[in-house]
């Protein structure tokens, strides 16, 4: 009885440290998505349109790809669940649908990422909402990124507010 209520214990500590550590680990606070090339507008008018957008990275080593990173990013996938007043609707979508030359790349080239995500919002987000065709849609800016979260290698996490002026 003694020793397998010592081994319980045990397992119940090894299993509660992983599940804080992997916590610890999982995410990190991005302070400034400007740091990134992201341009914000916190006095942007227009359209209120917001919610949450997660990236989720297919990626595979190749110093011979990537020699700075050493992770080729295979596919990078977008999904939004965003309102505009009382619809809410969702995303997606990927690098390999969204038609941007040079992509896939490395996972260090931080300007495709964003070009990706910026191409996300005028393509897929803003058409969806104000159903006109890409490249005729009406302008918009980012009005916000809040709780930026990233896991470093392979998912990230931001609350988005655009401001779309029709």
């Avoid at 909402?129 to 890409?134: A, K």
């Avoid at 302008?139 to 290698?153: D, M, R």
Wanted: hydrophobic letters at 40%.
């Amino acid at each position: 009885m003694k020793l397998s209520k010592s081994r319980l214990a045990a397992a119940a500590f090894a299993l509660g440290m992983s599940f804080v550590l992997s916590i610890a680990w999982a995410e990190s606070q991005v302070s400034d998505p400007g740091a990134f090339g992201i341009l914000i507008d916190p006095n942007a008018s227009g359209t209120k349109v917001s919610g949450p957008v997660t990236l989720s990275y297919q990626y595979e080593f190749s110093v011979s790809q990537c020699p700075a990173s050493g992770r080729f990013v295979r596919n990078l996938y977008a999904v939004a669940t965003l309102t505009k007043g009382n619809l809410t609707q969702p995303f997606n979508s990927n690098y390999n649908t969204i038609g941007i030359n040079g992509l896939p790349d490395c996972f260090d080239n931080q300007a495709n990422q964003v070009l990706f995500l910026r191409t996300f919002i005028e393509k897929v987000i803003v058409p969806g909402f104000f159903n006109c065709t890409p490249g005729a849609c009406p302008a918009y800016a980012i009005k916000s990124i809040k709780n930026f979260l990233t896991t470093g290698v392979g998912a990230g996490y931001m609350e988005v507010e655009l401001a779309v002026k029709q």
